[in-house]
Nanobody
């Protein structure tokens, strides 16, 4: 069984910073891509950033230059450094990982979500 546990969300003023973490645990053989998504009230879940096992990153246009995704493969952990936060960044942030356990194929797993609120 695999679990993704996020941490680091909270309330921050516009222009502030937060760092999210997501640790994968359980029976893990390998992890392929990892990423962050977010869902604001009344909106669909959207991609924020992804990172491959080799460190290749991809960002949504709305966060480019402000957010940085990274990972520690030894710890099965992905991070999201968020700088210059704006009210429109307010959302529940979910981490996602493509994980191979004892099976030959990769399955997609999601964390439970962490709330990020940007408000004066």
């Amino acid at each position: 069984q695999v679990q993704l546990v996020e941490s680091g969300g909270g309330l921050v003023q516009p222009g502030g910073s937060l760092r999210l973490s997501c640790a994968a645990s359980g029976t893990i053989n390998s992890i392929r891509a990892m990423g962050w998504h977010r869902q604001a009230p009344g909106k669909q879940r959207e991609l924020v950033a992804t990172i491959t096992s080799g460190g290749v990153t991809n960002y949504a246009d709305s966060v480019k230059g402000r957010f940085t995704i990274s990972r520690d493969n030894a710890k099965n952990t992905v991070y999201l450094q968020m700088n210059n936060l704006k009210p429109e960044d307010t959302a529940v942030y979910y981490c996602r990982a493509e994980i191979r356990t004892t099976a030959y194929v990769f399955f997609q797993y999601w964390g439970q979500g962490t709330q990020v609120t940007v408000s004066p």
